[in-house]
């Protein structure tokens, strides 16, 4: 045979696995209003970029009749390509070949693209869609997925590793995208759980839809499992491109500096956004985008924990990690889940080398039976120990109130905070003024003819005196007291003198945090 | 500044606020200190906590009642079996944690039980 007859035979070879499942399936996946696995991949990365492997896989199962079935790639696609220029690692479940179940050869390919992608030290992006473990397969498809959640955590903290869900993604599944670093999830499309609702169903008698156990809303919403929220699987991918700007090939690179913009200064107005009573609300995020070049901010998980923000901004073309209270939802505190949020990005900035930002106007800890009982106190310590654990460059910007626990807990200079500034309006203390009063001055107050004038005038003396910043800055908790307008300045000149930060640990194999 | 109008188109605005409607409520936090704030769902639908009646037994896992071993107005003790609740392929030993007189059963033998439901009460 001729090397053009070879070359012939190849390309009807690959015609028929690209086919996937075939015309009937692919028709059902587009009837979910879902995109085929190649269309997914082809979508996401730049133009003519995408290079696929191990299209000739098949599988090796003989049981049931399984030795009779062809598999095209055996439901799974891997290759390698670009976004932005930037090489990634990619895999994406095909559910249009025996709806995407992970059998032994399913989960080889993808554990080869993850091991490639560690070698090649750039980011994995797993695109999941799949009915779960190839029960055929038995005990194989279970190896696996253990195969899988191993090299999700040897990478972890390596190289991003990105999952998408695009499908239903359940029972063992789910703990590949939880071991990874962030999760995007499309309305109506994604579908999380452990047990889904027939189990459910049979255990407990409970009728509940796929959609309201785990579906793309429960996850961004409720459970936090999820980090970006789309409508769409295009918004989704646009998404995912914004990310891969900001974040850098791995743990031993930077980020890729952006093109330096300024703020928007007419839209976002520093010394105007934060209102003068500590009681009064506002939007965090303002603040942010008065700060960040361009006014851009790139939020992560903005619908769950939302009294606090975490998200990405940059500070002269370099990416920057923003950790801000949020007075305009539960009054900005830090609670269980708040704290477990922000816990985990800051460990995300501190693994990938991305400087940390904090704005503090809080309260302190929410109180309540339902948060104690919740575990508050190991919930809130690991906030405590990502920022004590940190060794970026940790900035601190104290906004208006930073009161007891919650000051400590955001990155005080006590847990060595690189700079610690605060606005002229900034009330670091024990407690609010109130509170406090009420305390010191309880005698006073009970023994006074008009025992409410006296607390008044109590409070009133207690905030003249320890409501502000200067009591902190006396003691050089507090480097700088700062104009608001400076304060883009400031970070600016922070970033780059800590550009060569070493903050040497004690020699250790692992930390032991609170989780 | 507090009652700026809130952007709902945007995405950036949290979907929370969207669906509540704008509309602020008072939090309060440490020491009654109250604070102009959004409340989110979860904190507005948090069980109050309530003093646990030791005389009333509530199933800790869902499941199905295999068999009951008490009747109404019999007299137990502390560690008494109580019944089988069939759970998660296993057969778990109910026992009493309280001595009295059984006042009632709440459940059936083949009942099928979500977690937190009231089994039997003790006089």
């Given at each position: 045979m001729?090397?053009?007859?070879?070359?012939?035979?190849?390309?009807?070879?690959?015609?028929?696995?690209?086919?996937?499942?075939?015309?009937?399936?692919?028709?059902?996946?587009?009837?979910?209003?879902?995109?085929?696995?190649?269309?997914?991949?082809?979508?996401?990365?730049?133009?003519?970029?995408?290079?696929?492997?191990?299209?000739?896989v098949e599988h090796?199962?003989?049981?049931?009749?399984?030795?009779?079935?062809?598999?095209?790639?055996?439901?799974?696609i891997i290759g390698t390509g670009t976004i932005y220029g930037a090489p990634i690692c990619i895999y994406a479940q095909d559910f249009t070949v025996a709806g995407g179940s992970l059998g032994l050869m399913h989960a080889r390919k993808i554990t080869k693209i993850m091991d490639h992608a560690m070698k090649m030290?750039?980011?994995?992006?797993?695109?999941?869609?799949?009915?779960?473990?190839?029960?055929?397969?038995?005990v194989n498809s279970l190896a696996g997925y253990g195969e899988i959640f191993y090299r999700n955590t040897t990478a972890s903290g390596v190289i991003p590793q990105i999952s998408v869900i695009l499908g239903p993604c359940a029972g063992g599944a789910v703990y590949s995208p939880a071991l990874t670093d962030f999760v995007?999830?499309?309305?109506?499309?994604?579908?999380?759980?452990?047990?889904?609702?027939?189990?459910?169903?049979?255990?407990?008698?409970?009728?509940?839809?796929?959609?309201a156990l785990g579906g793309a809303r429960v996850h961004s919403e409720k459970t936090g499992n999820a980090h970006f929220f789309a409508e769409s699987e295009i918004e989704c991918f646009d998404q995912i491109k914004k990310l891969i700007t900001y974040i850098p090939w791995n743990n031993s690179k930077k980020a890729l500096p952006f093109e330096v913009k300024a703020p928007k200064i007419d839209q976002y107005k520093i010394d105007e956004i934060v209102p003068g009573n500590p009681k009064e609300p506002y939007d965090v995020r303002d603040v942010?985008?008065?700060?960040?070049?361009?006014?851009?901010?790139f939020e992560i998980q903005e619908l769950w924990a939302a009294n606090i923000v975490i998200g990405f901004g940059r500070l002269d073309g370099q990416t920057v990690g923003f950790v801000c209270n949020q007075p305009l939802v539960l009054a900005g505190v830090l609670d269980v889940d708040s704290s477990d949020k922000a816990a985990r990005f800051i460990r995300y900035c501190d693994a990938f080398d991305i400087p940390l930002v904090t704005l503090v106007d809080l309260p302190g800890y929410l109180p309540g039976v339902d948060q104690e009982h919740a575990g508050v106190i190991r919930h809130g310590a690991k906030i405590l120990y990502a920022y004590s654990e940190a060794t970026v460059p940790k900035i601190t910007v104290i906004l208006r109130k930073a009161y007891g626990g919650g000051y400590i807990a955001m990155n005080s200079r006590h847990l060595n905070a690189d700079f610690v500034f605060a606005w002229p309006g900034a009330e670091i203390a024990v407690m609010g003024p109130e509170g406090a009063a009420n305390i010191i001055f309880r005698k006073?107050?009970?023994?006074?003819?008009?025992?409410?004038?006296?607390?008044?005038?109590?409070?009133?003396?207690?905030?003249?005196?320890?409501a502000n910043p200067y009591v902190a800055a006396a003691k050089g908790y507090v480097d700088s007291v700062i104009e608001p307008e400076e304060t883009r300045k400031l970070l600016l000149h922070a970033i780059e003198v800590s550009m060569n930060k070493v903050d040497a640990k004690p020699n250790k194999k692992h930390g032991i945090p609170p989780f | 500044?507090?009652?700026?109008?809130?952007?709902?188109?945007?995405?950036?605005?949290?979907?929370?606020?969207?669906?509540?409607?704008?509309?602020?409520?008072?939090?309060?936090?440490?020491?009654?200190?109250?604070?102009?704030?959004?409340?989110?769902?979860?904190?507005?639908?948090?069980?109050k906590w309530q003093e646990p009646d030791p005389k009333k037994f509530y199933s800790q896992i869902p499941g199905t009642v295999i068999k009951v071993y008490v009747e109404e107005g019999q007299e137990v003790k502390e560690g008494e079996l109580m019944m089988i609740l069939e759970s998660m392929?296993?057969?778990?030993?109910?026992?009493?944690?309280?001595n009295g007189i059984v006042k009632k059963i709440y459940v059936n033998e083949n009942e099928r039980i979500p977690k937190g439901h009231l089994m039997v009460e003790l006089k």
């Open positions: 001729s090397l053009k007859r070879k070359i012939l035979e190849l390309q009807k070879k690959r015609e028929k696995v690209l086919q996937g499942g075939g015309e009937k399936a692919i028709e059902k996946q587009v009837a979910m209003g879902k995109l085929t696995a190649r269309e997914r991949i082809i979508t996401l990365l730049d133009e003519d970029s995408f290079h696929e492997y191990d299209l000739f090796e199962a003989r049981d049931f009749n399984m030795d009779k079935k062809t598999l095209h790639g055996d439901g799974v030290r750039v980011p994995i992006i797993g695109i999941n869609d799949s009915g779960g473990a190839r029960i055929q397969e038995g995007f999830v499309v309305d109506k499309i994604s579908k999380m759980f452990i047990t889904g609702p027939e189990v459910i169903k049979t255990v407990l008698g409970e009728e509940i839809s796929m959609e942010v985008r008065a700060i960040t070049d361009d006014s851009d901010f006073e107050i009970m023994e006074a003819e008009d025992p409410e004038k006296m607390r008044k005038q109590k409070v009133k003396e207690y905030k003249e005196k320890f | 500044m507090a009652t700026k109008k809130l952007k709902v188109k945007k995405a950036s605005t949290p979907k929370i606020i969207e669906e509540t409607k704008p509309r602020l409520s008072t939090i309060s936090t440490v020491h009654g200190e109250n604070y102009k704030t959004f409340l989110t769902e979860k904190y507005k639908n948090r069980k392929k296993m057969k778990n030993r109910i026992y009493f944690l309280d």
